[in-house]
């Protein structure tokens, strides 16, 4: 059985990145004295799915930081090639993510990192979404790109965990309700 998995960090005002994919408030604040769980959740992962202003972000960094392949969610890029430093890291779909959870499953696929406010929300509205670790950074902006957008009907979650960082920083994990 496949699963969908999130661990993404957000504003106290629930925003991603600002308006411009800017996440200065978030890098800024990056301890790497502190562990948050970023490898441990990772290692029992096959594949990440993000979407594309995730993408078009990371892919600014000096560095490709996944070590799993990507699968990026986006109709603007499903038909552009990947990028030749890339290849074989990462490929394009603009398949729903139903659709995209079938055909990873047939590829052997089981535990899958969601990634990106847009990706989450579809696969929230879905209903493919088995757990969220959510960090929120004690940090106000005001607008930008939100995690969680409209939903045509409430989404329960359970709490697992919480636990606060030395840096202010507060990790929730929440398993979403059967």
Do not use: N
């Not at 978030?26 to 562990?35: G, I, K, N, S």
């Not at 950074?137 to 606060?164: H, K, M, N, T």
């Amino acid at each position: 059985m496949i699963t969908a998995h999130v661990f993404i960090a957000c504003s106290l005002d629930g925003f991603i990145s600002r308006l411009d994919g800017d996440i200065y408030w978030l890098v800024q604040r990056d301890d790497p004295t502190e562990d948050h769980g970023y490898s441990a959740f990772i290692a029992d992962k096959d594949v990440i799915v993000m979407g594309r202003g995730s993408y078009e972000k990371v892919s600014t960094f000096d560095t490709w930081f996944y070590d799993r392949p990507v699968v990026v969610l986006s109709e603007q890029l499903a038909d552009t090639p990947v990028p030749e430093a890339l290849i074989g890291k990462l490929r394009f779909s603009s398949l729903a993510p139903r659709d995209l959870m079938k055909e990873l499953a047939s590829q052997g696929v089981h535990r899958v990192y969601v990634d990106g406010g847009q990706v989450v929300q579809s696969f929230l509205r879905e209903k493919l979404i088995t757990d969220m670790v959510i960090t929120t950074v004690p940090v106000l902006i005001g607008s930008g790109r939100p995690l969680f957008g409209g939903l045509e009907q409430d989404v329960d979650l359970q709490l697992v965990s919480s636990r606060c960082f030395p840096s202010g920083l507060v990790q929730c994990t929440y398993r979403l309700a059967p």
